[in-house]
C-alpha cells in the first residue's frame, strides 16, 4: 500500500498566496519609506568663524581679513588658521546663495608656492580694479574658477571661486581688518 507523504503539501492556489504576501510585504515597505526624510544632507555645512578670526588677527604678523558684512545668502563653509611657524595662513570659504564657492586665502608663504597650493587658476590675464587698488585676476584652463590676487608686503591675499567675477570682485570690495 502507498504512504502518505509527510511535510507541506504544495500547490499552484499555495504559491499564488504566497506570491501575493511577499507582494503585500514589498509595497508595505515601500510605503513606510516614503514617508521618511528622503532630503539630501547638506554636505557642507555652515560655520562659525569668528572664533578662528580672533585668534588669527591677534597673533598673524599680517592684517588678517574678513567679509564686513557677508553678502546676503552667503554662508561660512569653512575656516582655517595655521598660524604655526613662521609661514602662517588663513582661509575662509564661503558658498553664494546660488551654492557657487567663494574663498578668501591669505598667507605668508612664497608667492607661487602659496598660489599653486590654493588654487587652479594659473592662467594671468587683466586685472580688475578693486577699492582703487589693482588686483592680478587668473583663470583655471577649464574656466570654471577664477581668482583674484594682490601681493602685498610679503603676503599674498587672493580670493578665488566659481562665482562670477562680479561677485568675486564684491567680495574682495568687502574685505576689511578689523
Same mark, same amino acid.
Given at each position: 500500500m502507498a504512504e502518505a507523504r509527510g511535510g507541506y503539501n504544495r500547490s499552484v492556489p499555495g504559491l499564488f498566496g504566497a506570491l501575493i504576501a511577499v507582494c503585500a510585504l514589498i509595497a508595505a515597505v515601500w510605503l513606510l519609506s516614503q514617508f521618511q526624510n528622503r532630503g539630501t544632507p547638506?554636505?557642507?555645512?555652515?560655520?562659525d568663524y569668528t572664533a578662528e578670526l580672533a585668534e588669527a588677527r591677534r597673533a598673524a604678523p599680517f592684517d588678517v581679513l574678513a567679509p564686513s558684512p557677508v553678502p546676503a545668502g552667503w554662508r561660512a563653509t569653512s575656516v582655517e588658521w595655521d598660524g604655526g611657524g613662521p609661514e602662517v595662513s588663513w582661509h575662509l570659504g564661503f558658498l553664494t546663495s546660488a551654492e557657487e564657492y567663494v574663498g578668501l586665502e591669505q598667507g605668508n608663504a612664497s608667492a607661487p608656492d602659496f598660489l599653486s597650493d590654493h588654487t587652479p587658476a594659473t592662467e594671468v590675464v587683466d586685472p580688475v580694479d578693486v577699492s582703487g587698488e589693482s588686483w592680478?585676476?587668473?583663470?583655471?584652463?577649464? +574656466?570654471?574658477?577664477h581668482a583674484l590676487v594682490q601681493l602685498r608686503n610679503g603676503v599674498t591675499t587672493m580670493v578665488? +571661486?566659481?562665482?562670477?567675477?562680479?561677485?568675486?570682485v564684491a567680495f574682495a570690495e568687502s574685505l576689511t581688518a578689523d
Open positions: 547638506d554636505p557642507a555645512k555652515t560655520v592680478q585676476v587668473r583663470v583655471s584652463e577649464d +574656466g570654471r574658477e578665488t +571661486g566659481t562665482a562670477p567675477m562680479p561677485e568675486l
